[in-house]
């Protein structure tokens, strides 16, 4: 098959979350099935920077660009995944994020910015760049490229397209000014399309008009067709039901293996578990913290913002600190969160770490020195790092939602003695709801026998890339063959 794969970032190129991860790694495994996979990304001026052997492909003229478009050919690195780069300077070619700026505030042209983004994709995917390749698939991810499958179904002759939800919290909406400088059919603001209370929604062309829907983890497709967790989009997901399905995201074990990690400083694997306690120890002395290796360490790698629970999180550090337990986090977001984090270390310099920002070298350091990982999110629609955490032998305490129910095996007497248990899972979210999880790690902490068992399981299981890269081959077959039987899929109207 031929597949194009739409994403706004890709790992090692740009990252600001786990869509990056994902975009980086599925495409090489899809392309180890023996399929021609090719990624689209825009040209952001960090890639340009970084991205080699780039060769000129193709100039598009485009709806609302003054200016042609240049197609930029290269490979992911890494690999040997064919990558398209969208190159309008005007448009992607400044300092800060793909999405913010350097303050922090979403770019006021986001709108425009991604509708280019989708309309050279949706060239690419009709053969009208004059690359002689023409996609069977078009798999599209979140709200940047949610335009696409709607522009594919107003296009005669076009591949299929599959829309995956990274996280339905981020859904791409405008205002009726922005939809009118869009340039963009009029019909298409509407409640059969659309429009979203009085709002343009990208991400409703993506449900509404794609022929399959993903999401990253079974549990989360569940989820997501439930008030609590569908943010008013709930009525459409529940009429698309029979078209979304849940695969669960991978982690790349090229990449994140203790055993072989050079961001580490030093490498272990199940049968020599006793070095990660050096890991431990340089890891307490990066953070000046007493280095002890009996001293229950945990550990945060998140965005911290509420999602993540880190609210809950400072709830419990009295008593993480009652118990002589150490935590280091990494991350950056909300002001607040960040500013109650700093003080919370300052006041107890002996059992806090932080790092504001981010640090690829140190995430690894982090997920192979600690001992426990602390993920209570409110909503998770996948997760990353407890799969990390999970390699590493560092026992994740998790909120049993989304794609942590899916990963982490809740220790209990049953799952003790059937040798499965893999962490710790609680399900309310509240500070006392973690706190119980927390507590019934620790009592597993003091007990090395037990605790050994625990780690050592969550070593071995086995959430590569491969099993979901074979799902989605699967599922892009599935969904070719139900477009050549011409099934088109009826609108509903959701308000």
Known sequence: MNILFASSEAHPLIKTGGLADVSGSLPRAILGLRHDIRVIIPAYREILRYAEHLTLAAYLDLEGVSQPVRILSGRLPGGNVKLYLVDSPSHFDRAGNPYTSRSGSPWPDNAERFTVFCRAIHALAVNAAGLDWQPDIVHCNDWQTGLVPVMLRE???????????????????????TFQSLKLPADWWSVDALEFHNKFSFIKGGLIYADWLTTVSPTYADEICTPEFGYGLEGLLNHR????????????????????????????????????????????????????????????????VEQKGIDLILEILPDLVKQNAQLVILGSGDNKLEAALRLASTRH???????????EVLAHHIEAGADIFLMPSRFEPCGLNQIYSLRYGTVPVVRSTGGLADTVVDTTPETLEDKTATGFRFHTASASALWGAVERALDHYRKPESWAQIVIT??????????SAQQYVELYARVMARQQNAQPLRKTVIQ
């Not at 296009?155 to 000014?177: C, M």
């Not at 969550?458 to 099993?467: A, E, V």
């Open 155 to 177: 296009t005669s002759a076009a591949p299929a397209s599959i829309f995956t939800i990274h996280n339905l919290a981020y859904q791409g909406l405008f205002d009726w000014k």
């Open 349 to 359: 310099p002996e059992h806090i770490g932080i790092h504001i920002g981010y640090d």
């Open 458 to 467: 969550g070593m071995r299981q086995d959430f590569s890339w491969k099993r």
């Open 241 to 304: 039901k029979e078209t979304l399905t849940g695969i669960l995201n991978g982690g790349d074990y090229t990449i994140w293996n203790p055993g072989r990690d050079l961001h580490i400083p030093v490498q272990f694997n199940p049968r020599s578990l006793f070095h990660k306690t050096e890991n431990k120890r340089a890891l307490q002395e990066h953070f000046s913290l007493p280095v002890d290796n009996a001293v229950p360490l945990f550990a945060v790698i998140s965005r911290l």
